[in-house]
């Protein structure tokens, strides 16, 4: 029970906080880089809910792809909100 609650959900649910954060911070400052930003996030968080999604509907063998590509979606947004802070200042 608790582990599709920490493998499935929690990082679907991050991985759409981080997609919002991105559209966020684009519709604040639309630019080119932005724009990039959030196209790769929403490319990798849409991989890794359908991965997600294919791993616990067909209880096939778990895989860290999603998860890896989490993470990249949060160090993306991590650098888009360090670019968006560095414009300002």
């Known amino acids: 029970m608790y582990e599709i609650i920490i493998w499935g959900y929690l990082p679907a649910v991050l991985g ?3 997609l919002l954060i991105s559209l966020f911070v684009t519709f604040r400052q639309p630019d080119i880089i932005n724009i990039i930003f959030t196209a790769f996030i929403a490319t990798f968080v ?3 809910e359908f991965l997600l999604l294919e791993t616990f509907n067909y209880n096939a063998y778990p895989t860290y792809v999603p998860h890896i590509l989490i993470g990249v979606g949060m160090v ?3 650098g888009q909100i360090y670019y968006r ?5």
């Open 16 to 18: 759409l906080i981080f």
């Open 46 to 48: 849409i991989i890794a």
């Open 85 to 89: 802070l560095k414009i300002f200042k």
């Open 76 to 78: 993306l947004i991590i």
